[in-house]
Nanobody, 122 residues
Framework: QVQLVESGGGLVQAGGSLRLSCTAS????????MGWFRQAPGKDREFVGK???????YYAESVKGRFTISRDNAKNTVYLQMDSLKPEDTAAYYC????????????????WGQGTQVTVSS
């Protein structure tokens, strides 16, 4: 019954913003670290950032200062606010549940959403 659903992707011009949402059902994930990943065609899945149960966040250097992760535990939802988007941010974006609080690698996340496409035009 565990399901994660991402939404909010779309087409945006470089320099623009999008906010992605990931809503979980079937379980409460307030005690879990939640991660965001992305995957562009022909590339490996890349860690974007995570948010711990405490609300503390960690970001990949490539997005630090531009992306912000937050969570609303009452809604069982995690968000990825993306600002100053660049064409190289184009990818399918996924949320996932960490196996442990310090997880950063995709292999250390177990439940995954189906992804939402973000396309940034120049």
């Amino acid at each position: 019954q565990v399901q994660l659903v991402e939404s909010g992707g779309g087409l945006v011009q470089a320099g623009g913003s999008l906010r992605l949402s990931c809503t979980a059902s079937g379980r409460t994930f307030s005690n879990y670290t939640m991660g965001w990943f992305r995957q562009a065609p022909g590339k490996d899945r890349e860690f974007v950032g995570k948010i711990r149960d405490s609300g503390d966040t960690y970001y990949a250097e490539s997005v630090k200062g531009r992306f912000t992760i937050s969570r609303d535990n009452a809604k069982n939802t995690v968000y990825l606010q993306m600002d100053s988007l660049k064409p190289e941010d184009t990818a399918a974006y996924y949320c996932a549940v960490a196996r442990f609080q310090g997880a950063r690698s995709a292999r250390n996340y177990n439940y995954w959403g189906q992804g939402t496409q973000v396309t940034v035009s120049s």
